[in-house]
């Protein structure tokens, strides 16, 4: 659809005022125009919905898989509800978020930072930017954490035996390659592929190996059906396992279609959904209140785990290329540094700096903050809950208007704020205090 045809579509005020705002109805028809997609208008790439699914896949099934039975043993089985909510409200959040870029018609914002200040200006800008870098900087430093433990652990007491820092400076120099390598995310598709087959490996040796450990257990394990002190830190881990959706925006931008967004996002979402249930319930059932984090940690057999650990560390190895894209994506367009301003050996000299400069960050964030389980609490709460119940929604009623929405999806938007703020609150609080004790007790 050229440019000049937006004008086509009516608008709750013609004259633009700063407002964004525009029918709901406008922009799934703006968005599914088959004619916007074949045109590529606003610069979208070459991939195809499978580009779509599984980089979402991979973002989000990862290392929060592995924490859910944990969130369940600090809730109860109250976790199921919470998973079932969490997961209709982050298929809402990431179909909204999208709208957000085209909510002017005939342009096209271009990240998560562009959406807050569209919305509410400046204190817009600063809050998406600050929960925004913490998610991109926080998510692959703690997949360097795991990554880097579970080789420790793999290796130890043979000849390839290293320390938890030396193997975290490895990974970071190895992933500097299709750092460098890869210009969008489209190139690595591939990878994202096969970390999505890892994760749902993973999966399944817990599935099955979860109920033997419980048929030869000694003592009888304990569940519970609601644990009310627990929900926030369940709520925030559970939000965590929902994260990615700053990835969104240049995941969406990679496809050559953008309408089939929505179907990638669902399609990808519910698989994953599909794997936390097939892991939460068997692993909260096997072990109850004694579940770990990572929940390998609890399969008896040492055959079991060790599979599990291998196919999770090169899940989340593959996993961090995205998030290093993505933030270097940005931080190009942000100075300028494309192939038509500097040249393309001088621009892939400064996206190579840049890439090498965010490795070395995530390298040192991952050797001073070695404690998996609390580190994903924290970042789920603090940084998770805001990205994926909090700013879409408020971005989306700011910029489409309230007066025009159903009253359901308004009450949506209500319970799904609500519980945002109650994870982002009360999550981020117990995060922290389990921070603090692991800092001191060591």
Same mark, same amino acid.
């Given at each position: 659809?050229?440019?000049?045809?937006?004008?086509?579509?009516?608008?709750?005020?013609?004259?633009?005022?700063?407002?964004?705002?525009?029918?709901?109805?406008?922009?799934?028809?703006?968005?599914?125009?088959?004619?916007?997609?074949?045109?590529?208008?606003?610069?979208?790439?070459?991939?195809?919905?499978?580009?779509?699914?599984?980089?979402?896949?991979?973002?989000?099934?990862?290392?929060?898989?592995?924490?859910?039975?944990?969130?369940?043993?600090?809730?109860?089985?109250?976790?199921?509800?919470?998973?079932?909510?969490?997961?209709?409200?982050?298929?809402?959040?990431?179909?909204?978020?999208?709208?957000?870029?085209?909510?002017?018609?005939?342009?096209?914002?271009?990240?998560?930072?562009?959406?807050?200040?569209?919305?509410?200006?400046?204190?817009?800008?600063?809050?998406?930017?600050?929960?925004?870098?913490?998610?991109?900087?926080?998510?692959?430093?703690?997949?360097? &954490?795991?990554?880097?433990?579970?080789?420790?652990?793999?290796?130890?007491?043979?000849?390839?035996?290293?320390?938890?820092?030396?193997?975290?400076?490895?990974?970071?120099?190895?992933?500097?390659?299709?750092?460098?390598?890869?210009?969008?995310?489209?190139?690595?598709?591939?990878?994202?592929? &096969?970390?999505?087959?890892?994760?749902?490996?993973?999966?399944?040796? &817990?599935?099955?190996?979860?109920?033997?450990?419980?048929?030869?257990?000694?003592?009888?394990?304990?569940?519970?059906?609601?644990?009310?002190?627990?929900?926030?830190?369940?709520?925030?881990?559970?939000?965590?396992?929902?994260?990615?959706?700053?990835?969104?925006?240049?995941?969406?931008?990679?496809?050559?279609?953008?309408?089939?967004?929505?179907?990638?996002?669902?399609?990808?979402?519910?698989?994953?959904?599909?794997?936390?249930?097939?892991?939460?319930?068997?692993?909260?059932?096997?072990?109850?209140?004694?579940?770990?984090?990572?929940?390998?940690?609890?399969?008896?057999?040492?055959?079991?785990?060790?599979?599990?650990?291998?196919?999770?560390?090169?899940?989340?190895?593959?996993?961090?290329?995205?998030?290093?894209?993505?933030?270097?994506?940005?931080?190009?367009?942000?100075?300028?540094?494309?192939?038509?301003?500097?040249?393309?050996?001088?621009?892939?000299?400064?996206?190579?700096?840049?890439?090498?400069?965010?490795?070395?960050?995530?390298?040192?964030?991952?050797?001073?903050?070695?404690?998996?389980?609390?580190?994903?609490?924290?970042?789920?709460?603090?940084?998770?809950?805001?990205?994926?119940?909090?700013?879409?929604?408020?971005?989306?009623?700011?910029?489409?208007?309230?007066?025009?929405?159903?009253?359901?999806?308004?009450?949506?938007?209500?319970?799904?704020?609500?519980?945002?703020?109650?994870?982002?609150?009360?999550?981020?609080?117990?995060?922290?205090?389990?921070?603090?004790?692991?800092?001191?007790?060591?």
């Amino acid at each position: 659809m050229p440019i000049q045809e937006a004008e086509k579509y009516p608008t709750d005020n013609q004259s633009y005022n700063g407002s964004f705002k525009v029918e709901e109805t406008v922009i799934d028809d703006y968005m599914e125009d088959d004619a916007q997609s074949t045109t590529n208008e606003f610069g979208h790439g070459s991939g195809s919905f499978l580009t779509g699914y599984f980089n979402v896949t991979c973002v989000v099934a990862g290392t929060g898989t592995l924490g859910l039975p944990h969130a369940f043993a600090l809730g109860g089985w109250l976790g199921i509800l919470i998973m079932l909510l969490s997961y209709v409200m982050a298929m809402y959040s990431g179909v909204v978020l999208i709208r957000c870029l085209y909510a002017k018609p005939g342009q096209r914002l271009h990240d998560y930072k562009a959406i807050g200040t569209a919305a509410f200006g400046w204190p817009g800008y600063a809050v998406a930017s600050f929960l925004h870098w913490l998610n991109l900087f926080g998510c692959p430093a703690l997949y360097l &954490v795991l990554a880097s433990g579970n080789l420790h652990y793999l290796l130890q007491g043979t000849s390839g035996a290293l320390d938890v820092k030396a193997w975290t400076c490895i990974i970071g120099a190895i992933l500097l390659i299709p750092s460098l390598v890869a210009k969008t995310l489209k190139e690595i598709t591939s990878l994202a592929a &096969v970390g999505a087959v890892c994760t749902m490996i993973a999966v399944f040796i &817990v599935l099955i190996q979860s109920p033997i450990d419980r048929s030869h257990a000694i003592e009888p394990v304990v569940t519970d059906s609601v644990i009310w002190t627990g929900f926030p830190s369940a709520l925030a881990t559970i939000a965590f396992s929902y994260g990615g959706n700053n990835t969104y925006p240049h995941v969406e931008h990679a496809l050559k279609k953008p309408h089939q967004w929505k179907w990638a996002i669902i399609a990808g979402l519910s698989t994953c959904t599909a794997l936390y249930f097939l892991t939460a319930i068997p692993g909260y059932h096997s072990y109850g209140r004694g579940t770990e984090s990572p929940i390998y940690n609890s399969l008896k057999s040492e055959v079991a785990k060790k599979i599990s650990m291998i196919v999770m560390t090169i899940h989340v190895i593959l996993a961090i290329p995205i998030y290093t894209t993505s933030f270097s994506l940005e931080f190009e367009k942000w100075t300028n540094f494309t192939d038509e301003r500097l040249g393309r050996f001088k621009a892939w000299v400064a996206r190579a700096i840049i890439r090498t400069c965010t490795m070395g960050v995530l390298v040192i964030l991952a050797i001073f903050i070695p404690y998996f389980d609390d580190f994903m609490g924290l970042i789920g709460a603090l940084s998770n809950c805001g990205l994926v119940f909090l700013l879409p929604i408020l971005c989306y009623l700011k910029l489409t208007g309230v007066r025009n929405k159903p009253w359901y999806e308004l009450a949506f938007c209500a319970l799904t704020l609500f519980l945002g703020i109650i994870g982002c609150v009360f999550g981020t609080i117990d995060a922290i205090k389990a921070l603090i004790h692991d800092f001191t007790s060591n």
